[in-house]
């Protein structure tokens, strides 16, 4: 019969042993002892692979993988096991990027940075701030794209997806524009270098940018040309008609009406006096089609001799007007009689008009010797008489007659004059004829010629 301590009994880890003798099992136990602790480390290794290997296969990326934009644990920590995983949501720096970072697609980038805004498992649509979760293992699970507080990327146009800017998210200008402004709905915004749009077609629009840029360069006779263009063109709206009259005054002041000769001015030359010279004589010889006192006005030599070999301006005309009725103005303009559509714009007047409308529409000439200065003149109402320099001759102190021409050849009568009323000026106060102020009827008086200056009467 064998003794207990002979007897083979079961380990709780299902290995039997037995012991024969009082030594012997004292070295068996010194033996199991270290058996089971180098099973040990085994084992710890093998589960630490293990769990490694787990992580990778989970959610695909290596800590050393990690972009830029994912949340990474803070450097120097150690990992926890699996079950209690937890990333923060901190935006690594830039000074703590891993060497290893992959090459993102290069659809998507860091809109601040310029760094990768994904992951290379991250769909390439879209580019979400990613905030990881866990599933009920207490790995990491499901992606929570909602997350708002982050810089946001915008996938360039023409990419699934894009020019679509995240919920809650605003853009930086130029982050997401289309490539044709016009294309976007509702900008309103004029491109860079353009005027504000008006009812003007893009024609329009074209020539008084054009003449703005000629004026720009100092290129003062160019400009006129190009905005009178524009002035003329039946597109032109009314807003963009005054504007470029405002544009084109100081111009015309610049080249016209000042002792300045531009040499690429085609309404002006300089001429030097000659001995036997006067102004009127200048005037006619070099068929200049305006009245002598332009030119006395122009040099500022009213009360002041010539002298021989002196150098001044002439203006060579011939200029015409156009009175529109509606807008109680005169618009003074250069060039041939017969092409009106290239007429040159030269200034503008305020004029006042015939009572009830009665200053007729039509297309008239100055009438032969029809200029006159301190005209005496008969009331056709009342047969009332006012003499040459009387302070009460309602037509003041000069006078241009009109004559029809074409369809208006039967209207007569008529003309151009001063006023003694000021106020009228802007009103239907006269009898008929176009009334201006003082000095602008000595202007126009000046600039327009007999049987040559075309009068326009229009709505």
Known sequence: MALPSQTERQTEIGRSYVLNQ?????GGAKLVVGVAAALILVAGTIWGIVSFVNRKSTTGTLPSETTTDQPRALAGSTPPPPAAIKETLEPASTASQPATTPSPSPALTNATTGAPATSPSTPAQTAPTTTPTSDASGRPGSVDVTRKDLTPTITPAGT??????????????????????????????PLPGTLTPTGSTSEVMQLIQAG????????????????????????AV?????????????????????????????????????????????????????????????????????????????????????VSKGDYRLDLFHGSPDDPQSWTYIRSFKVGLGTGNSTPLGNFVVRPRSKLVNPPWVNPQTGQKFGANDPKNPIGEYWLGLEGI???????????????????????KSMGCVRLGDDDVKMIYELLVEQVSVVKIVP
Do not use: C, W
Request: charged residues 25%; without cysteine; proline residues 8%.
């Open 212 to 235: 703005e840029q000629k004026a720009a360069a100092g290129d003062l006779v160019q400009a006129r040309v190009i905005l009178s263009k524009a002035l003329l063109h039946s597109d």
């Open 160 to 189: 699934p997806g894009g020019n679509t800017p995240p919920n809650g998210t605003s853009l930086t200008p130029g982050d997401n524009r289309p490539s044709d402004p016009a294309a976007a709905p509702g900008n309103t915004s």
């Open 22 to 26: 009082k030594n012997a099992a004292s």
């Open 238 to 322: 009314r807003e963009d008609r005054e504007r470029i009259r405002q544009k084109l005054g100081p111009i015309n002041q610049d080249l016209l009406f000042s002792p300045k000769i531009n040499p690429a001015d085609p309404m002006s030359e300089e001429y030097a006096i000659k001995s036997g010279d006067n102004l009127i004589r200048i005037t006619r010889n070099r068929e200049l089609a305006v009245d002598y006192r332009l030119i006395e006005r122009i040099n500022s030599l009213k009360d002041k001799p010539l002298r021989v070999g002196q150098k001044i301006k002439l203006v060579r005309g011939p200029f015409h007007a156009v």
């Open 406 to 428: 074409g369809e208006s050849k039967t209207i007569t009568g008529y003309g151009i004059h001063g006023t003694i009323e000021p106020d009228s000026i802007g009103q239907q």
